[in-house]
Nanobody, 125 residues
Framework: QVQLVESGGGSVEAGGSLELSCALS????????MGWYRQAPGKARELVAT???????RESDSVKGRFTISQDNHKDTLFLQMNRLKTGDTAVYYC???????????????????WGRGTQVTVSS
């Protein structure tokens, strides 16, 4: 069974930084596209950043230049480094994997994919 476990969320002032981590089985990196999504209260879930099995990355326009997705195969971990945080970044952040192919994950989320339970990020002004 595939398990994804997020950590690293918390509260920070605008302009600050946080790093999210997602623990998962290392073999998934070679088979699956991975990504981070977020959902703010009253809003639809949205893609934040995604990485394919060959290491290609893509970030959403709203976080480009501020957030970076990366993976550490030795530590079996997917990361999301978040810099220059804004109040609009406040949301629950979810780690996801799509293993039908190793492609970048779609905006709506992977078909028949795997999800973590989420970690709260709160940015105050």
């Amino acid at each position: 069974q595939v398990q994804l476990v997020e950590s690293g969320g918390g509260s920070v002032e605008a302009g600050g930084s946080l790093e999210l981590s997602c623990a998962l089985s290392a073999y998934l990196f070679s088979l699956c596209g991975m990504g981070w999504y977020r959902q703010a209260p009253g809003k639809a879930r949205e893609l934040v950043a995604t990485i394919s099995s060959d290491g290609t990355t893509r970030e959403s326009d709203s976080v480009k230049g501020r957030f970076t997705i990366s993976q550490d195969n030795h530590k079996d971990t997917l990361f999301l480094q978040m810099n220059r945080l804004k109040t609009g970044d406040t949301a629950v952040y979810y780690c996801a994997a799509g293993c039908r192919s190793g492609a970048l994950l779609p905006d709506k989320g992977p078909n028949s994919g795997y999800w973590g339970r989420g970690t709260q990020v709160t940015v105050s002004s």
